[in-house]
């Protein structure tokens, strides 16, 4: 199982950044995955996930309207939208398979 993220960076707040997971290494389209991140000092926590098939999601109420996780199952990536972004939101992201598979992960920076 291998994970890739790219797409992170410096943002000032109210940007916008795509995140993106290349996986390989299993049948994409069996899997649900999901994005987490991890700010300095703190524990790691779930931002969103999606069904294998993309029809469900899931986000933390932090960034509820604000951050859109889709997949195409054609290209085996996973990605997240992120929009109105704030101080709040710099971390590392990483995606994550079930299985306890994680990316390398992408920071995202937010800050003016």
């Known amino acids: 199982v291998q994970l890739v993220e790219s797409g992170g960076g410096l943002v000032q707040p109210g940007g916008s950044l795509r995140l993106s997971c290349v996986a390989s290494?299993?049948?994409?389209?069996?899997?649900?995955m999901s994005w987490y991140r991890q700010a300095p000092g703190k524990e790691r926590e779930l931002v969103a996930g999606?069904?294998?098939?993309?029809?469900?999601?899931y986000y933390a109420d932090s960034v509820k309207g604000r951050f859109a996780i889709s997949r195409d199952n054609a290209k085996n990536t996973v990605y997240l939208q992120m929009s109105s972004l704030q101080p709040e939101d710099t971390a590392v992201y990483y995606c994550?398979?079930?299985?306890?598979?994680w990316g390398q992960g992408t920071q995202v920076t937010v800050s003016s």
């Open positions: 994550y398979r079930s299985g306890n598979s």
């Open positions: 290494g299993f049948t994409f389209s069996g899997y649900g």
């Open positions: 999606i069904s294998s098939g993309g029809s469900s999601t």
